[in-house]
């Protein structure tokens, strides 16, 4: 299985400003990479929240798989930004 090279808090908070910034989402940029890639950080807030909710698997989730397991993943992923931000 590959592992991604950046933080999952990053990553949300890319595509939650991509999102905001593309033609493709909510934004009206054609090309928003590099926007994104300046504005992101202003997204952290955001994609920790998601990250937060995301503590918490959906029945069917939690049906196919391991819970403990899922919320010491998610929790790590939290963690990341908090330790980085330290």
Request: aromatic share 4%; net charge negative; charged share 25%.
């Amino acid at each position: 299985m590959d592992t991604a090279n950046t933080a999952p808090v990053e990553r949300v908070a890319r595509v939650l400003a991509g999102y905001e910034l593309s033609r493709n989402g909510e934004g009206d940029m054609e090309s928003a990479g590099e926007a994104v890639n300046k504005l992101w950080p202003d997204f952290t807030g955001a994609a920790l929240a998601v990250l937060r909710t995301l503590r918490e698997p959906s029945g069917r989730m939690a049906a196919v798989g391991d819970l403990a397991i899922w919320e010491r993943m998610i929790l790590a992923a939290i963690e990341d930004e908090t330790i980085s931000e330290s």
